[in-house]
C-alpha cells in the first residue's frame, strides 16, 4: 500500500454515467441517469433536454428554487431515493460558495452531485522529540464510516455561516476545544477530490487548519460523534495511512498535506509530484 493509494480511494467517476445539473446556465451538479428518472416526476421544477437536467427557469432567484427542490428532495426520501436527510443547509455553486444558486439539505448533496465544503483540523503537539498529533477515532454509532480514524475536529461547512464561526463550532463539539484556543486555528489551504459514492458523485472541497495545541490539552467529545482521541508520534500516523485504510478516506488526505507541508514528507518521497497534485485534483 501507499499514500497514492489513498489519493485514489478519493478520486475517480464515470463522467458518462451523469448528466449535467444546470441552473442559470452554469453546471452546478452531475445527476446519475437513474436519479435523474426520479427527478422527471417534477417538470415544474426540473426541465429534460437531453443533454443535461436543468432548473426550470420559471422558478426565478435563490429562494423559489430552494422551496421548489426542496419539496421534491422531501417526496423523494419519504419514497426511499434519498437514504436520510441532515437538516443542514449547503449551497448549490459551480463556484465559490458565497454565489449559491440554490440550497438543498446535505443528506440530499451526493444524490445531485454538487460541490460540497467542509472544514478539516489537524491538531498537533511540538516539543523536543518532534511532532505529535491528536488523532480521534469515530464513535461506533456514526452513519458514515464508523469507528475510522479522524482527524482532531472536522465537518460540513453549511451556507451562510462563516469559516471562523463553523470552525469554533466543530472544535467545540467534537473535540471540546474552547474557542479562544481554536481561534489559534491556521488556515493552510484546501484539499479537493471527486470521488463515486452510492448515493452519488462527491465532488469535494476541504478547508484545511493547522492548531498547534499546548502540551496539558487534551481533547474530549462533547457531541458523541468520536468515541476518543489519542496523541500519536508522526511517523506513527504516517504509517497507518500509508498501510492501513483505517483512516476515514478524506482525512487520510488532510494528513498526507499536513506531512508535506511540514517536511515530513520530501521530493525524495516516490510519486511526490503525483501526490501534490492529487491532493488538489480537479473538480466537475
Not at 8 to 16: I, K
Not at 76 to 98: C, K
Request: some cysteine.
Amino acid at each position: 500500500m501507499s499514500y497514492m493509494d489513498r489519493i485514489r480511494a478519493c478520486n475517480g467517476w464515470t463522467p458518462e454515467d451523469y448528466l449535467p445539473l444546470r441552473c442559470e446556465n452554469e453546471t452546478v451538479g452531475r445527476v446519475r441517469h437513474v436519479f435523474a428518472r426520479h427527478l422527471a416526476a417534477w417538470p415544474e421544477v426540473f426541465v429534460f433536454t437531453g443533454q443535461a437536467v436543468e432548473l426550470n427557469s420559471a422558478l426565478a432567484g435563490a429562494d423559489a428554487r430552494t422551496r421548489a427542490v426542496d419539496e421534491v428532495i422531501v417526496a423523494l426520501e419519504q419514497a426511499g431515493h434519498i437514504a436520510y436527510l441532515l437538516g443542514e443547509p449547503y449551497p448549490v455553486t459551480g463556484g465559490a460558495r458565497d454565489r449559491a444558486r440554490f440550497v438543498i439539505d446535505r443528506g440530499a448533496a451526493p444524490y445531485f452531485g454538487v460541490r460540497a465544503f467542509g472544514q478539516h483540523i489537524n491538531g498537533y503537539v511540538r516539543d523536543d522529540g518532534g511532532i505529535r498529533m491528536w488523532i480521534g477515532r469515530r464513535a461506533a454509532s456514526r452513519v458514515n464510516y464508523p469507528s475510522r480514524l479522524d482527524n482532531l475536529a472536522a465537518g460540513g461547512l453549511p451556507h451562510g455561516m462563516g469559516l471562523r464561526e463553523n470552525l469554533a463550532k466543530e472544535c467545540h463539539e467534537e473535540a471540546g476545544i474552547p474557542s479562544a484556543l481554536a481561534a489559534r486555528a491556521r488556515e493552510v489551504g484546501a484539499v479537493t477530490y471527486c470521488r463515486e459514492t452510492d448515493r452519488g458523485l462527491r465532488p469535494d472541497v476541504l478547508y484545511c487548519y493547522d492548531l498547534a495545541l499546548p502540551p496539558d490539552f487534551v481533547p474530549h467529545a462533547t457531541d458523541g460523534e468520536m468515541a476518543g482521541f489519542e496523541l500519536l508520534p508522526l511517523d506513527e500516523v504516517a504509517d497507518i495511512v500509508r498501510e492501513s485504510d483505517a483512516f476515514k478516506p478524506n482525512c487520510s488526505l488532510v494528513v498526507i498535506d499536513f506531512l508535506i507541508r511540514h517536511g515530513f514528507l520530501t521530493p525524495d518521497e516516490p510519486d511526490y509530484l503525483d501526490l501534490l497534485w492529487g491532493l488538489h485534483g480537479p473538480l466537475p
